[in-house]
């Protein structure tokens, strides 16, 4: 930490706790959070932190990005979309974009007056990114898509959509793989089929989208190039990997805190819940698990700010660990919390439902364990 980084904390948490946590009820009934939120959060300078400043963004170091994060797991939300939304999206379009692309659309995402969604999983090719269907033909100065995409966040409020479609033949694997941005309301062939309805993070729109005979000008070709978008993607995943790990132990440890607090005030046979030793074993043991995850987390968050490439595995491992212990700590403190814990007013109980995608999405936690064991 840093005093510019205490005083993004400052802001931040003024941010979740005075725009986003009195209107959250709201925004998960109603499946998307308002527009003038992620207006709020532009203009605070939150969104777009490590974007370089030539594109609207703050030319800020990751460990921005990080303290948002954290911020956010203490008030236990997930509906205002900073991975998705502000963090990811964008990183993968400065990952694949060319400068006169970034030129073109980034200033907007970066002030909040855009949303940005991607465009990549299938009904048949989640984790498996190289069996995509979706085709991009071109005709002249256009490319005309046709696909279906599923699990797309932010689907249903995108002004921009960027787009993985299959340029090469059925055969070409990840190699005819490319990547275009949408103007959504200018492309009537991109249609949101449904909003669906998920066990948590209900106020992160996902969307069924369609796409067809949608016709994109051949300069939303992302980078210019045709066939490149896999190995683009592959390296902006890793980020997002990590990301979900970091979340995932933030979360673990807002957990630990309100069980402790909710442990040290329950009244239970003559004494408090904490007064007995197998309470105190339990949160002494998920706190232990926690702070194992932290350190690693903490290493390579600092080394990123200093300058070193992330690992493709160092994140995998933060993501499938993160993801693990967040889901296992948090049943655990719930547990604590008896029939409270089981009421969606409490805190503990969101951080329940929102926890269980994050051993799912990213990559499945089994797939990861996979892709690492080919290297050892």
Not at 39 to 54: T, V
Request: with cysteine; net charge negative.
């Amino acid at each position: 930490m840093t005093d510019e980084l205490d005083m993004l904390r400052t802001t931040a948490r003024r941010f979740f706790e005075d725009e986003v946590a009195p209107r959250a009820e709201k925004f998960r009934r109603q499946h998307h959070i308002d527009r003038d939120v992620w207006e709020k959060a532009g203009d605070l300078g939150l969104l777009c932190m490590s974007i370089p400043e030539q594109y609207g963004g703050q030319g800020a170091s990751f460990a921005h990005e990080v303290v948002v994060m954290e911020e956010q797991a203490r008030i236990c939300d997930t509906t205002f979309g900073f991975i998705p939304g502000a963090l990811n999206g964008p990183a993968f379009f400065h990952g694949t974009a060319s400068h006169e692309q970034l030129q073109r659309w980034m200033p907007g995402i970066a002030s909040g007056r855009q949303v940005l969604c991607v465009c990549i999983t299938e009904p048949d090719a989640g984790t498996d990114v190289k069996a995509m269907r979706t085709t991009a033909r071109r005709e002249g100065d256009e490319y005309v898509l046709n696909g279906n995409k599923i699990f797309i966040t932010l689907g249903q409020q995108a002004d921009l959509a960027l787009v993985a479609a299959r340029t090469g033949g059925a055969g070409s694997g990840a190699k005819g793989i490319s990547l275009f941005m949408i103007e959504t309301a200018k492309t009537p062939g991109f249609k949101v089929n449904k909003v669906l309805d998920k066990i948590g993070q209900n106020a992160l729109n996902t969307a069924e989208i369609f796409l067809e005979d949608a016709r994109v000008p051949a300069e939303n070709l992302i980078g210019g190039v045709e066939g490149k978008g896999f190995f683009q993607l592959m390296d902006v995943f890793t980020r997002e990997r990590l990301s979900i790990g970091i979340v995932g132990i933030a979360c673990a440890e807002r957990a630990i805190e309100l069980t402790v607090e909710h442990a040290k005030n329950r009244k239970m046979l003559g004494q408090t819940l904490w007064d007995f030793q197998n309470t105190r074993f339990t949160l002494v043991e998920c706190l232990t698990d926690a702070r194992v995850g932290r350190v690693f987390i903490d290493q390579i968050v600092k080394d990123i700010v200093d300058g070193k490439p992330l690992q493709p595995n160092d994140a995998m491992m933060a993501k499938w660990w993160g993801s693990e212990k967040q889901c296992q700590i948090i049943d655990r403190c719930l547990q604590l919390f008896g029939g409270y814990g089981y009421v969606c007013e409490y805190p503990i109980a969101q951080l329940y439902m929102d926890a269980r995608v994050a051993r799912i999405y990213g990559g499945s936690n089994e797939t990861l364990k996979d892709v690492i064991a080919r290297g050892m």
